[in-house]
Structure formats: structure tokens, C-alpha cells
């Protein structure tokens, strides 16, 4: 048992294991379990032959999701993501990929391992010489089972009052680990393709339900709340809020929820926004953004600027709407050094060839010079035809003079 190691504090793209923040670990002849500041299992990862790669590891997120970091024999993956590791869920996702370590044996050991874990320390800490801090630590770890874990879960849901269905493509840079607050629900478009889609109009969360999430995030995170750095502002279309309560909010939820006190260097803020929230857009909003205490990503859905796929993808929407806010992405990521904003097109091998011609026109005649910022996401529609689409990414990522990478659809 080692207690309060101490992590990473920068996030960094590396092709072996680091752990970022404040981490205490209990190791068995089997398996490494490690856990937050509030006791609750952060990673797992086995330790025998079997175990299938060393540099392979379990996480789990903060909404009781468990996430297998496969290494996918480090081939092409970081070409493919912008990161080393190719993340392996156990919801429906869009992945191209068909890893599925949870169905091998070595991996539900390890998780079986973990099931058993409280009740044989609430056994130890009975017959065992312990320290008062191993002793506090070992019963915070034995209280956060399996069970108290998922309660945790609905909870968060509970003071969100909504679930968080998706993340940002964006906060792939900090592992996902964003502190959540939603600040509008719904959406403009009900576009037909959407798997994340709300049947409810675009609404502004009131300000006094800000505050009450907020009041109660801060406890519910409790001492791990040194372990975040950054904020997610959702829902699907935040950015519409507007400037005053987009500014306002950040600002609250960056005193309230400490976050300048982060053992992890710098912080984040990562929104979704829409085509017609964009182009609506003061340029005194980005301004602002650009001025907050965070380096900010804002990412848009623009999906198509092909017409014919527009109508298919039922988006309410001219495809020279969708051309404007390319442009105007460009030019802000050329304005703002701490602002980034990102866009996410959609692919498929049944899209029209209209579709993939726009795509290319945009990301490669829109620049005269390739330019790394601003990543363009692609999101795959099916898993149809897997190989020939990864293909058909390899050779848009040779032309294009943005970032370009696949959007992996993860929950928080």
C-alpha cells in the first residue's frame, strides 16, 4: 500500500502509462488498484502473464463507466486520435474498431478483483496494525464499493439534473476529466442522424439552477476536487447562452469549485456550439473567452457542407451556413492565442460523393498552409465497411492542412 503519490501534473501525449493528480494504491500479487482522494477506484490494471499488454490499463470515470486504455499495438492509433491509447468502452460507441477487452478473462478477473476488494479490507482493517492515515484511507476505499460507486453515479445525475450523454472531441486532452455544469439543455436542429439527440427545444438553465449545481458539486467532489483542472460547460449548444452568462459562469465555477488550486497545472473550459450559435456570435464573446483564466475549446457540429447530405442527415441547414462558420473558425483560431475552435464532420460510406468533395475542399483549399490548430473531427455514422473508411480518413489526413482526427463518441 502506498499512500498520497504524487502524479503527473501536466497532461502529456506519451505512448506509456502516467497518472496524473493525487493517487493512493493498494498492489496485490495480481492486480494494481488505484484510488482518488475520496477513496473511489480510479485505475485497475493486472500484473500476471496473462494480463493482455503491460502498458494496458482500466479507468474509471466519474459516471461510473469503466474505460479499457488499449494500445491497440500502437499502430497508427495516434494517428488516428491524437493519442496513444485507443479507449475501449462498455457502451455503444462509434468506434471502428472491434477490440473488446471486457469479454477476456485476465480483465473481468481484474474487475471480479475489485467486486471482492471491500469486504476483504473491511476484514484486514479488523486484525491489522495500521496507522491512522492507513486506517482512514482503508475505510474510505472499503465504503466506495461497487454499490456506493453507482449511487455516486445518480447522484452527479441528480445535481446536473440531466446526464451527460457526450463529451467534447476536445477533452481528450485532459483524459476526459472534466468537472460538469450544465447551463442549457436541447437543442436547435433535432437533426435526424443524431444518437445523442434531445427531443426538447433549446432552453437556458436559470441562474439560480447554476448556482444550486454548483453549490453542490463542490461537496459531492470533496477532496478530489484538487484532481480537476477542467470545466465542461453543456449541454449540446452552450455556446447560444450567450456572452454574459457563458463569461459569468465560468467565472463563478472557477472560484467556487477551486479550481486555481488544481494540483494540476493550468485549466480548461471545453462547449459544444451549433452552426447558427456560432455565426450569431459576438466577436466580444470570443474576446472574453480569449481574456478568462482558462485555455478554451470550443467545438462546433457542422457535419457536412454538402447540400445533398445536409437534406440526408435531416439538418436544417444551407450548406453556405456551414461554409461561413468554416471560415470564421478560421479566422478566430487565427485572432485568439488561448481560444480553439474545433469542428466535427460526419462520414460514412453511403454519404454522397458531394459530401467527401466538400470535405476535402474545405480542409485543404481553405488554407494555403497546413496550420495545427483547430482540429477537424470525424465522426463515423455506422461501423460499416470499417477498414475502407479508415483508409478513406488516412488519405483526407494526408491533404488536409488542419489537425484532422476520428471523434470517438465517450460519455462522461
Same mark, same amino acid.
Given at each position: ?50 494480463? +493482455?499488454? =503491460? ?7 466519474? @459516471?461510473?463507466?469503466?474505460?479499457? &486504455? ?32 471486457? !469479454? ?7 474487475? $471480479? ?8 479490507? %473491511?476484514?484486514?482493517? %479488523?486484525? @491489522? ?10 475505510? %474510505? ?13 445518480? /447522484? ?20 476526459? $476529466? ?16 443524431? !444518437?445523442? /439527440? ?22 459531492? &467532489?470533496?477532496?478530489?476536487? #484538487? ?9 449540446? $449548444?452552450?455556446?447560444?447562452?450567450? !456572452? ?16 486555481? !488550486? ?13 452552426? $447558427?450559435?456560432?455565426? #450569431? ?11 478568462? =483564466? ?12 454538402? /447540400? ?52 476535402? #475542399? ?5 488554407? +494555403?498552409? &497546413?496550420?495545427?490548430? @483547430? ?7 455506422? #461501423? ?14 494526408? %491533404? ?10 465517450? /460519455?462522461?
Amino acid at each position: 500500500m502506498r499512500l498520497n503519490i504524487s502524479g503527473s501534473r501536466r497532461y502529456e501525449k506519451v505512448s506509456y502509462p502516467v497518472r496524473y493528480g493525487l493517487l493512493s494504491e493498494i498492489i496485490t500479487s495480481r492486480h494494481c488498484f488505484q484510488f482518488n482522494l475520496n477513496g473511489e477506484i480510479k485505475f485497475l490494471q493486472g500484473s500476471g502473464h496473462d494480463w +493482455p499488454h =503491460p502498458s494496458e490499463w482500466l479507468k474509471r470515470s466519474a @459516471g461510473n463507466h469503466w474505460i479499457y &486504455y488499449d494500445t491497440g499495438g500502437y499502430n497508427q492509433i495516434f494517428d488516428y486520435l491524437g493519442e496513444y491509447y485507443l479507449p475501449c468502452f462498455t457502451y455503444n460507441t462509434n468506434s471502428l474498431w472491434d477490440a473488446d477487452p471486457f !469479454r477476456e478473462s485476465p480483465v473481468q478477473e481484474a474487475q $471480479d478483483a475489485f467486486q471482492r476488494l471491500s469486504h476483504e479490507l %473491511k476484514h484486514h482493517l %479488523k486484525d @491489522g496494525d495500521w496507522s491512522e492515515e492507513e486506517k482512514t484511507f482503508l475505510m %474510505k476505499v472499503a465504503s466506495m464499493d461497487s454499490r456506493a460507486l453507482k449511487e455516486r453515479a445518480g /447522484q452527479l445525475v441528480s445535481i446536473l439534473k440531466g446526464r451527460v450523454s457526450v463529451l467534447p472531441p476536445d477533452t481528450r486532452h485532459v483524459d476526459y $476529466d472534466c468537472l460538469p455544469l450544465i447551463i442549457a439543455d436541447g437543442c436547435l436542429y433535432h437533426c435526424a442522424f443524431c !444518437r445523442i /439527440q434531445s427531443d426538447q427545444d433549446f432552453r437556458n438553465r436559470s441562474w439560480a439552477d447554476i448556482q444550486d449545481q454548483l453549490k453542490q458539486l463542490r461537496p459531492f &467532489y470533496g477532496s478530489d476536487i #484538487r484532481n480537476y483542472n477542467s470545466l465542461f460547460l453543456g449541454q449540446h $449548444d452552450a455556446l447560444l447562452c450567450g !456572452r454574459d452568462r457563458i463569461v459569468s459562469t465560468a467565472l463563478q465555477a472557477y472560484k467556487i469549485l477551486e479550481m486555481e !488550486r488544481s494540483y494540476l497545472e493550468g485549466s480548461h473550459l471545453f462547449l459544444f456550439g451549433s452552426v $447558427d450559435s456560432f455565426l #450569431r456570435a459576438e466577436e466580444g464573446l470570443f474576446e472574453e473567452l480569449n481574456k478568462l =483564466p482558462f485555455r478554451t475549446w470550443l467545438n462546433l457540429g457542422l457535419e457536412s457542407a454538402d /447540400q445533398e447530405t445536409l437534406d440526408l442527415l435531416g439538418k436544417p441547414l444551407r450548406a453556405r451556413k456551414v461554409e461561413e462558420a468554416f471560415r470564421r473558425l478560421i479566422a478566430i483560431n487565427r485572432n485568439y492565442d488561448r481560444l480553439e475552435v474545433t469542428a466535427n464532420f460526419v462520414i460514412d460510406l453511403t454519404l454522397p460523393s458531394g459530401h467527401w468533395e466538400a470535405l476535402e #475542399r474545405l480542409i485543404r483549399e481553405g488554407l +494555403p498552409h &497546413y496550420v495545427d490548430k @483547430g482540429a477537424i473531427y470525424l465522426s463515423p455514422l455506422s #461501423r460499416n465497411g470499417s477498414r475502407e473508411l479508415r483508409q478513406r480518413f488516412r488519405e483526407l489526413k494526408m %491533404k488536409s492542412r488542419l489537425p484532422l482526427y476520428l471523434y470517438l463518441l465517450q /460519455q462522461l
